[in-house]
């Protein structure tokens, strides 16, 4: 007899349909299973073979033959096993095939039975919604991360008996498993966070830096000595970005979902991640990798932030696999599987003292040799820097500031003020399917950043003086249009563009050592 189940698999974020066909037959008692299997999925075959028997389900030698089309494409992952078990049973007339049409499965199977959770439920849930599909039978422990697709009914599997069972009862009274959660009771509200820019005292220029970079989505980088704040300021700018959409949400939940780590997600749909590997990250860590490719520390930080602390700790290598991204917010891994995008749109932010000591430029403190500081700097290339917007120098706040007992802004005031610009953009950009102003590309630059005559004139004089490239200008461009939005101007300004060239500026003086 002949059978076919619907199950799917991830490439990226996405995922493609597979269908599973089953034929049992007369002859020599052999399980074979073809289509271009890897390592797991060939493995399924005995693990679906002890599953059947351990549920007490005993079956007559025969010779069945598993098929997997397309059978063009690589079939990864342990979704696979519950697809093949009800493909053979169904094939052995255990039951009927016709319950199984219209619903998508996908599980891993123990030898006992039992259902087990597997990684990229949600992109394949998404891939049968696309297809028409209405139904989706998944494992118990992955429900939740299913749930988030709307439109489509889902059933949870504890054991093979049990979904066996429940496929009848589906078929008879389809009603009877219509139940599906709305949004709002699949995601919590974000709790407290313990960085708070009240904890951060004086840096009012660090601070009003911070406010830009989060109402723009810009990239900053902080230097200054060990022990001023650069840390605290990072981890207080994810507490003053505004809630995710739920476009963008849906997005991060399927990169996190294909990476095994939905956990990190569950409650937190609306919450942009601040991710901060450590610096002995390899490429592979933050741009990801793996035989199949999955997503790296620069992709869990989609429309989050992605801070890189003691950033000359790093490895230059690993800093230049950001520059592409940071210019597309994808990034694009080609292995001999195939070729593989994930987003990668992060707000970058970097901290690193101006030496190893920490002191340098005051040469009255500093004892770093000229030897030191060029091997110091030499990890951050031009380009890698060309591509921050915000560059700040963090000073050593005073006595007086810290323990003077003034009230410091909030973050939550902050962060209303922050939600009140990018609302100002969203209405801005309208469906033009831009979100942010880091984001205006160079063709929509003269209808979105208008400059009066003070600001287009001083934008001028600075590209030769300050020898910016073009994408230092069109950064500084951008900058400025964040600043005007917090100023609630329609067009640039020379004191938006004069703040802007100052946070490009700023830092450089770092560099110059001559």
Same mark, same amino acid.
């Given at each position: 007899?002949?059978?076919?189940?619907?199950?799917?698999?991830?490439?990226?974020?996405?995922?493609?349909?597979?269908?599973?066909?089953?034929?049992?037959?007369?002859?020599?008692?052999?399980?074979?299973?073809?289509?271009?299997?890897?390592?797991?999925?060939?493995?399924?075959?005995?693990?679906?073979?002890?599953?059947?028997?351990?549920?007490?389900?005993?079956?007559?030698?025969?010779?069945?033959?598993?098929?997997?089309?397309?059978?063009?494409?690589?079939?990864?992952?342990?979704?696979?096993?519950?697809?093949?078990?009800?493909?053979?049973?169904?094939?052995?007339?255990?039951?009927?095939?016709?319950?199984?049409?219209?619903?998508?499965?996908?599980?891993?199977?123990?030898?006992?039975?039992?259902?087990?959770?597997? +990684?990229?439920?949600?992109?394949?849930?998404? +891939?049968?919604?696309?297809?028409?599909?209405?139904?989706?039978?998944?494992?118990?422990?992955?429900?939740?991360?299913?749930?988030?697709?709307?439109?489509?009914?889902?059933?949870?599997?504890?054991?093979?008996?049990?979904?066996?069972?429940?496929?009848?009862?589906?078929?008879?009274?389809?009603?009877?498993?219509?139940?599906?959660?709305?949004?709002?009771?699949?995601?919590?509200?974000?709790?407290?966070?313990?960085?708070?820019?009240?904890?951060?005292?004086?840096?009012?220029?660090?601070?009003?830096?911070?406010?830009?970079?989060?109402?723009?989505?810009?990239?900053?980088?902080?230097?200054?000595?060990?022990?001023?704040?650069?840390?605290?300021?990072?981890?207080?700018?994810?507490?003053?970005?505004?809630?995710?959409?739920?476009?963008?949400?849906?997005?991060?939940?399927?990169?996190?979902?294909?990476?095994?780590?939905?956990?990190?997600?569950?409650?937190?749909?609306?919450?942009?991640?601040?991710?901060?590997?450590?610096?002995?990250?390899?490429?592979?860590?933050?741009?990801?990798?793996?035989?199949?490719?999955?997503?790296?520390?620069?992709?869990? +930080?989609?429309?989050?932030?992605?801070?890189?602390?003691?950033?000359?700790?790093?490895?230059?290598?690993?800093?230049?696999?950001?520059?592409?991204?940071?210019?597309?917010?994808?990034?694009?891994?080609?292995?001999?599987?195939?070729?593989?995008?994930?987003?990668?749109?992060?707000?970058?932010?970097?901290?690193?003292?101006?030496?190893?000591?920490?002191?340098?430029?005051?040469?009255?403190?500093?004892?770093?040799?000229?030897?030191?500081?060029?091997?110091?700097?030499?990890?951050?290339?031009?380009?890698?820097?060309?591509?921050?917007?915000?560059?700040?120098?963090?000073?050593?706040?005073?006595?007086?500031?810290?323990?003077?007992?003034?009230?410091?802004?909030?973050?939550?005031?902050?962060?209303?003020?922050?939600?009140?610009?990018?609302?100002?953009?969203?209405?801005?950009?309208?469906?033009?399917?831009?979100?942010?102003?880091?984001?205006?590309?160079?063709?929509?630059?003269?209808?979105?950043?208008?400059?009066?005559?003070?600001?287009?004139?001083?934008?001028?004089?600075?590209?030769?003086?300050?020898?910016?490239?073009?994408?230092?200008?069109?950064?500084?461009?951008?900058?400025?249009?964040?600043?005007?939005?917090?100023?609630?101007?329609?067009?640039?300004?020379?004191?938006?563009?004069?703040?802007?060239?100052?946070?490009?500026?700023?830092?450089?003086?770092?560099?110059?050592?001559?």
């Amino acid at each position: 007899m002949y059978s076919i189940v619907s199950t799917a698999i991830v490439r990226g974020i996405r995922s493609v349909l597979v269908q599973v066909e089953a034929d049992v037959c007369d002859g020599l008692p052999v399980f074979e299973m073809v289509g271009i299997l890897s390592a797991e999925v060939k493995e399924s075959r005995e693990r679906v073979k002890a599953a059947i028997r351990n549920s007490g389900i005993r079956l007559s030698p025969k010779k069945v033959t598993v098929n997997f089309y397309p059978a063009d494409v690589r079939k990864t992952g342990t979704g696979f096993d519950l697809p093949v078990a009800l493909a053979v049973l169904a094939a052995h007339g255990r039951i009927p095939g016709e319950i199984l049409e219209g619903i998508l499965f996908a599980g891993e199977i123990g030898l006992n039975g039992e259902l087990r959770p597997t +990684a990229g439920i949600l992109p394949m849930v998404l +891939a049968a919604r696309e297809a028409g599909k209405h139904t989706v039978c998944v494992p118990r422990g992955n429900v939740r991360e299913a749930e988030i697709a709307k439109g489509i009914t889902i059933l949870p599997g504890d054991s093979l008996n049990q979904v066996l069972a429940m496929v009848e009862e589906f078929h008879r009274n389809p009603e009877k498993f219509s139940g599906v959660r709305s949004m709002e009771e699949i995601s919590e509200p974000p709790g407290e966070t313990l960085w708070d820019f009240s904890a951060l005292h004086g840096q009012k220029v660090l601070k009003r830096a911070c406010e830009i970079a989060a109402a723009g989505r810009h990239n900053m980088l902080m230097t200054g000595p060990p022990g001023a704040g650069k840390t605290m300021a990072a981890r207080a700018v994810s507490a003053i970005l505004p809630s995710l959409l739920e476009e963008e949400g849906l997005e991060l939940a399927k990169i996190y979902s294909v990476s095994g780590l939905f956990g990190q997600r569950e409650g937190r749909f609306w919450t942009r991640h601040f991710r901060s590997p450590h610096h002995t990250v390899s490429i592979a860590g933050l741009a990801g990798g793996g035989t199949v490719p999955k997503p790296g520390e620069l992709s869990l +930080a989609h429309k989050g932030v992605l801070f890189l602390d003691e950033l000359t700790e790093f490895r230059r290598e690993v800093l230049e696999v950001l520059r592409q991204p940071l210019e597309e917010g994808v990034i694009r891994l080609v292995r001999q599987s195939g070729a593989y995008e994930f987003p990668a749109d992060v707000m970058l932010i970097g901290a690193m003292n101006p030496c190893n000591c920490g002191y340098y430029p005051d040469r009255n403190k500093c004892r770093c040799s000229s030897a030191v500081l060029e091997r110091h700097f030499g990890k951050l290339s031009r380009p890698f820097l060309d591509r921050m917007d915000l560059t700040v120098e963090v000073k050593r706040p005073e006595l007086s500031e810290i323990t003077g007992g003034q009230t410091e802004e909030s973050s939550e005031s902050v962060r209303m003020r922050v939600q009140e610009v990018q609302e100002i953009q969203r209405r801005r950009f309208g469906d033009s399917g831009i979100l942010y102003n880091s984001r205006i590309p160079v063709s929509h630059m003269k209808e979105f950043c208008p400059l009066d005559t003070g600001g287009e004139k001083l934008l001028q004089e600075s590209f030769d003086r300050m020898d910016l490239s073009v994408r230092g200008y069109y950064r500084t461009l951008r900058v400025a249009r964040t600043i005007a939005d917090m100023d609630h101007a329609d067009t640039i300004g020379r004191l938006h563009i004069m703040e802007s060239l100052l946070y490009r500026s700023m830092g450089w003086k770092v560099w110059e050592r001559e």
